[in-house]
């Protein structure tokens, strides 16, 4: 640029309101635990090669590394209720794989009730290409009912193997009507992953926006100009605590969040056994007859069969060796029982489910504050 970049010049454009491209948070020098936060030294470079990020997205997007911020729940989102003031497409990301942890509550009423819903259900390329795509549409407009949506539209796709991005290009563009399209999404759905793939289709752009494994990347919301003066705006993920990814460590969520397609691993299981998921959950058949329970979970994730009756001493004896990943602090595993009335899905937040059959007594133990539940089977 033709400007000198002085301190003076720098205050100036901060009281204009520079914003992070990365994660939209509004750049400050005075704060670093604040989000947005970049040393001045750093923001005159910035500044001067026209590449804005903060100091959070720099070493995440150069070294992956993540620093906590000060953003609440409640921050998040407030951030997102802002939504029900405007005349807008919504745009509602879910991670296929996590549909009941992908969940808002409440979701029209954050993003207004006249406003159009299109359910983008993304990571379908992790589960089995067998499974049959209207079985599943039909499966998630019944989950989507339950929590009292109704979508124009279901779409199926992958953000990180690109499918179908230019049909979704044009739905969006048509039920959009000229007007603003917001995306939204609980953290780790792949939403800015999904808006970087649609402006490298559209412009040959390539990562623009910060994405992660980390929940909460996108600090902010993130306005993207649309042809007709409109904005593609990326808002903030809501973070939900009960989710796996927040009682692992950095280094071991790549263990346990799936990266390319799940290999269903069935096991003939006797009542009294029990299945450990790497060091972070546990399965117990605990009474019905001999049958088949089919796991969903990452492929390298281990799974150890054992019996019932020694399962809490294995457990104290094996976590953190044998059975990992674990918690990155020690948590106690939390029991919760279900009896089947139909062939189910036993679900652990982030983590996968087990597919098991009607008529038995099953339990999922998981991390203290990790929710554990049951739906009507996907698959």
Excluded at 32 to 43: E, H, I, R, V
Excluded at 216 to 243: A, F, N, V
Excluded at 259 to 271: D, S
Excluded at 310 to 334: I, M, R, S
């Amino acid at each position: 640029m033709t400007t000198e970049v002085t301190d003076a010049y720098v205050r100036e454009e901060l009281n204009d309101g520079l914003r992070c491209i990365g994660c939209g948070a509004l750049i400050q020098v005075d704060d670093p635990n604040k989000s947005g936060y970049l040393p001045m030294s750093a923001l005159k470079k910035a500044i001067d090669r026209d590449e804005l990020l903060c100091q959070r997205c720099f070493r995440l997007r150069h070294y992956n590394e993540i620093q906590p911020v000060e953003l609440t729940d409640d921050d998040f989102a407030s951030l997102l209720h802002q939504i029900s003031d405007t005349r807008a497409l919504i745009v509602y990301v879910i991670d296929v794989f996590d549909v009941t942890g992908s969940e808002i509550s409440g979701l029209p009423r954050f993003v207004g009730q006249d406003n159009p819903i299109l359910v983008v259900a993304n990571k379908v390329d992790l589960l089995p290409k067998l499974l049959n795509k209207n079985r599943l549409k039909n499966w998630l407009q019944a989950e989507l009912k339950a929590q009292g949506i109704k979508p124009v539209d279901i779409f199926l796709t992958s953000a990180t193997h690109p499918q179908n991005l230019d049909a979704l290009l044009a739905e969006i563009d048509e039920l959009r009507a000229g007007r603003d399209v917001f995306v939204v999404g609980v953290t780790n759905v792949g939403k800015s992953t999904l808006i970087n793939q649609i402006i490298k289709t559209s412009t040959g752009v390539k990562d623009l926006i910060t994405t992660s494994r980390f929940p909460g990347t996108t600090l902010d919301r993130i306005e993207i100009p649309l042809s007709d003066g409109k904005h593609l705006i990326d808002t903030p993920g809501i973070i939900k605590r009960d989710q796996i990814a927040h009682v692992l460590s950095d280094k071991d969520l790549k263990y346990a969040l799936p990266k390319n397609e799940i290999k269903p691993r069935t096991y003939q299981l006797n009542p009294e056994q029990t299945l450990f998921i790497g060091g972070l959950a546990r399965f117990d058949f605990e009474s019905g007859e001999r049958a088949s329970f089919t796991a969903y979970f990452e492929n390298n994730l281990n799974l150890h069969r054992t019996k019932l009756a020694g399962a809490d001493a294995f457990y104290e004896k094996h976590v953190g060796t044998l059975l990992t990943p674990a918690p990155k602090t020690a948590t106690p595993l939390v029991k919760h029982t279900f009896k089947t009335t139909e062939k189910s899905d036993i679900v652990f937040a982030g983590l996968g489910w087990i597919s098991v059959p009607a008529g038995v007594q099953v339990s999922g133990w998981a991390p203290q504050g990790v929710s554990v539940l049951i739906r009507k089977a996907m698959i």
